[in-house]
């Protein structure tokens, strides 16, 4: 059982930044893929970024190339999601995810067992 935990969401001006947090508990999060997701109000879940159990690839939505970034830490059971350059569009509530690293489809979130409870994003304009 894995549970996940995230942080470092809040309120920022368009071209700002932002650090999301996720704490994992469990002793298979290294083994994990881990990914975050977001979703917007009225609009379904979307994928932003994937990372591999070891850290050595990492994926992201065009959507947020080139502004956002994700890394892990396998020894503090942690990944982060650095986030710049906001724009209002990225205003949502971001969830961090979980699951056995299958290596593909990193981008769907049927390949995540866990999810956390998700922080929210906002960003003015």
């Known amino acids: 059982q894995v549970q996940l935990v995230e942080s470092g969401g809040g309120l920022v001006q368009a071209g700002g930044s932002l650090r999301l947090s996720c704490a994992a508990s469990?002793?298979?999060?290294?083994?994990?893929?881990m990914g975050w997701f977001r979703q917007a109000p009225g609009k379904e879940r979307e994928f932003v970024a994937a990372?591999?159990?070891?850290?050595?690839?990492?994926y992201t939505a065009d959507s947020v190339k080139g502004r956002f970034s994700i890394s892990r830490d396998n020894a503090k059971n942690t990944v982060v999601l650095q986030m710049s350059s906001l724009k209002p569009e990225d205003t949502a509530v971001y969830y961090c995810?979980?699951?056995?690293?299958?290596?593909?489809?990193?981008?769907?979130?049927?390949?995540?067992?866990?999810w956390g409870r998700g922080t929210q994003v906002t960003v003015s304009s």
């Open positions: 469990g002793r298979t999060f290294r083994t994990y893929a």
């Open positions: 995810a979980g699951g056995p690293d299958t290596g593909s489809r990193y981008y769907l979130p049927i390949v995540y067992d866990y």
């Open positions: 990372i591999r159990w070891s850290g050595d690839f990492t």
